[in-house]
């Protein structure tokens, strides 16, 4: 394993840093909730015509042939700036999983327009709510609903997995497709999400992403992509929100010295830095080996214990210090904590993951 990151990895992500520190400001943060805009699409198109979309992608879907790490790279500065931008369920999981198990037409069809930042793609990935297909005639006909689907207000394209038989298959559903409702839930902290409902959506063989055969192994790849993706996220929360935490308790004089020399607000600063180093070292752990095809079922979900258990706590070590100001919803870090808390239970919070390494380790079945 390379501990140190490459150029273009380095690249990549400082301009993703320049671009979003222009733009993501607190007030103009607090202009689009106002407005109750989950996905600021001029920004996702800046990203676009900056070749921040495609950079990270095999040359197969049009990009620039980099990979996991790099768009790993790119979630942090999302999660740093706590961007309203899908790159996390639109890039890394659905367009990455087209670019892998996808054919040329939709290749042509949806991840064209979506690296041009003219289409969003998502991925319907929790747990909440079933799905069935069965075969009608020439169709597949899909029924069933999931809950909390990212960016499922602003999509174009779900992939979709779904039950066919005791099987798994994905299927590419377009929110516009006869059958398909979707109705905007409130969760904080994310790039948004909706409920998606399906009434007996009937669906062409093109709309199969790989085959049913391959479905539970294509949806376990999305899974992992995301889960690795939130922790990517994470990562950019809570270094940001420490940050935020070491500056405040240095500027904030009581008894006429900082409260950062203070030894019980010194200790707690030292804490959240180890839990955010922790989050650091078995994220990276986790993705490299993701991205080298190794097995990594355990770190996958070690990774994602620490964004969780650690998330937790530094986000409340960040409001604690900062005091009352730390509990004002218009001051920046509440976005912080917040996103870090969406974070915490996405795709499973540290329970569940410590119950799936659990799991491992004694060869058991968790459900």
């Known amino acids: 394993m390379r501990f140190s990151p490459s150029e273009s990895h380095r690249d990549l992500a400082t301009l993703t840093r320049q671009i979003l520190t222009d733009r993501v400001t607190n007030d103009w943060l607090r202009e689009i909730e106002a407005k109750n805009i989950c996905v600021d699409r001029p920004l996702w198109q800046e990203l676009a015509k900056a070749g921040v979309l495609a950079a990270a992608l095999p040359h197969r879907a049009g990009g620039d042939g980099l990979g996991l790490l790099e768009q790993c790279g790119v979630l942090v500065e999302v999660g740093r700036a706590v961007a309203p931008v899908p790159y996390l369920s639109g890039i890394v999981t659905a367009v990455a999983g087209l670019a892998t198990f996808g ?97 007996r959506v009937a669906l062409a063989d093109d709309r199969l992403l790989g085959g049913v055969a391959d479905g539970r192994a294509i949806a376990a790849w999305l899974t992992a992509r995301a889960t690795i993706g939130s922790c990517a996220v994470q990562l950019g929360v809570t270094e940001r929100a420490l940050e935020l935490t070491a500056g405040y308790t240095c500027d904030r004089i009581q008894f006429g010295r900082p409260i ?108």
């Open 103 to 199: 054919n040329d037409a939709q290749l042509a069809r949806w991840v064209a327009p979506a690296l041009e930042g003219t289409l969003i793609l998502t991925a319907a990935l929790a747990v909440d709510g079933d799905v069935h297909a069965e075969r009608v005639a020439d169709r597949w006909v899909l029924t069933g609903a999931r809950s909390a689907v990212p960016a499922a207000p602003d999509a174009d394209l779900v992939l979709v997995p779904a039950e066919v038989d005791g099987r798994t298959a994905v299927f590419l559903v377009c929110s516009d497709d006869p059958g398909v409702t979707v109705e905007p839930q409130e969760i904080a902290g994310g790039e948004g999400a909706g409920w998606l409902d399906l009434d």
């Open 260 to 367: 950062g020399t203070f030894q019980a607000v010194t200790q707690r600063l030292a804490d959240a830095y180890i839990d955010v180093e922790a989050i650091r070292l078995t994220l990276w752990q986790a993705a490299w080996r993701l991205a080298e095809g190794l097995p990594c079922p355990t770190e996958v979900a070690t990774a994602k214990f620490w964004a969780a258990d650690a998330g937790h706590r530094v986000a409340h070590t960040a409001v604690h210090l900062h005091g009352g100001v730390g509990i004002d919803i218009d001051h920046r870090l509440h976005r912080y904590f917040v996103a870090a808390k969406h974070h915490e239970f996405r795709l499973g919070g540290a329970t569940t993951q410590l119950r799936a390494i659990g799991a491992a380790l004694t060869s058991v079945d968790p459900e």
